[in-house]
T-cell receptor, first 110, second 114 residues
Framework: LAKTTQPISMDSYEGQEVNITCSHN???????ITWYQQFPSQGPRFIIQ???TKVTNEVASLFIPADRKSSTLSLPRVSLSDTAVYYC???????????FGTGTRLKVLA | GAGVSQSPSNKVTEKGKDVELRCDPI?????LYWYRQSLGQGLEFLIY????????KSGLPSDRFSAERTGGSVSTLTIQRTQQEDSAVYLC????????????FGPGTRLTVL
C-alpha cells in the first residue's frame, strides 16, 4: 500500500504562496494523487488531481516529479479563508483501499 | 443539485447499543465510500461499494461493523454493541465511478458513545 506522509502543520501569511508536500514512496504505476481540503465540521472537498508532471486549475497547482514518490500542492497567494487541513490521497491500486495522508493543518495569518 | 447527505447529523448512544448511520449519495454515482475520522485525526478508510457490492471489507475495524448498499443508492453503516472507541465522525462519499474519480463527501455523522 502507498503510505503517505505530510507535514503536520504549516503557518503562512496572507498573499504568500504555500507549498505542501506529500511523500508516497510506494506509489503504484496506476495510482493517481488527489488533494482535498477540509474545514472544521465539514467533509473534505476536492482541490486537484494529477498523475505526473504538473497540473493547474483555478485554485491550485500540483507538481509531481518523474519518480512520483512525492507530490507538492501549491496554493498561490493564500488568504485567511484557506486556513484548513489539506490531505493527499493515493489510491492503492487493485486493493480498493483509499489511503489519505495524515493531513497538513495550514494556518494563514493576517 | 443535491450533494451527499448523511443522517443523523449527530448520534449519542450508550455503550453496548447498536447504531445505524445512513448515507444518500449523489444521484447516478455508482461508487460509495465510508470513512471514519476521530477527533483531530485524519481519515480512516472503512469500505467501498461499487454498485451494491463491496469487494473488500478488510478496512472495517472489527466484526461489529457492517455496511450494506441497496438499489445502488442508499447505504447504511451499522455498528453493533458500540464501544467508546467508536466515537468519531463517520463520513460518506460518492463518486461517479470508482478508480480515480473525484469523491464528493457528505457532512458526516458525529457519533458519541457514552
Amino acid at each position: 500500500l502507498a503510505k503517505t506522509t505530510q507535514p503536520i502543520s504549516m503557518d503562512s501569511y496572507e498573499g504568500q504562496e504555500v507549498n505542501i508536500t506529500c511523500s508516497h514512496n510506494n506509489i503504484a504505476t496506476n495510482d493517481y494523487i488527489t488533494w482535498y481540503q477540509q474545514f472544521p465540521s465539514q467533509g473534505p472537498r476536492f482541490i486537484i488531481q494529477g498523475y505526473k508532471t504538473k497540473v493547474t486549475n483555478e485554485v491550485a497547482s500540483l507538481f509531481i516529479p518523474a519518480d512520483r514518490k512525492s507530490s507538492t500542492l501549491s496554493l498561490p497567494r493564500v488568504s485567511l479563508s484557506d486556513t484548513a487541513v489539506y490531505y493527499c490521497l493515493v489510491q492503492a491500486s487493485g486493493t480498493y483501499k483509499y489511503i489519505f495522508g495524515t493531513g497538513t493543518r495550514l494556518k494563514v495569518l493576517a | 443539485g443535491a450533494g451527499v447527505s448523511q443522517s443523523p447529523s449527530n448520534k449519542v448512544t450508550e455503550k453496548g447499543k447498536d447504531v445505524e448511520l445512513r448515507c444518500d449519495p449523489i444521484s447516478g454515482h455508482t461508487a460509495l465510500y465510508w470513512y471514519r475520522q476521530s477527533l483531530g485525526q485524519g481519515l480512516e478508510f472503512l469500505i467501498y461499494f461499487q454498485g451494491n457490492s463491496a469487494p473488500d471489507k478488510s478496512g472495517l475495524p472489527s466484526d461489529r461493523f457492517s455496511a450494506e448498499r441497496t438499489g445502488g443508492s442508499v447505504s447504511t453503516l451499522t455498528i453493533q454493541r458500540t464501544q467508546q472507541e467508536d466515537s468519531a465522525v463517520y463520513l460518506c462519499a460518492s463518486s461517479l465511478r470508482q478508480s480515480v474519480d473525484t469523491q464528493y463527501f457528505g457532512p458526516g455523522t458525529r457519533l458519541t458513545v457514552l
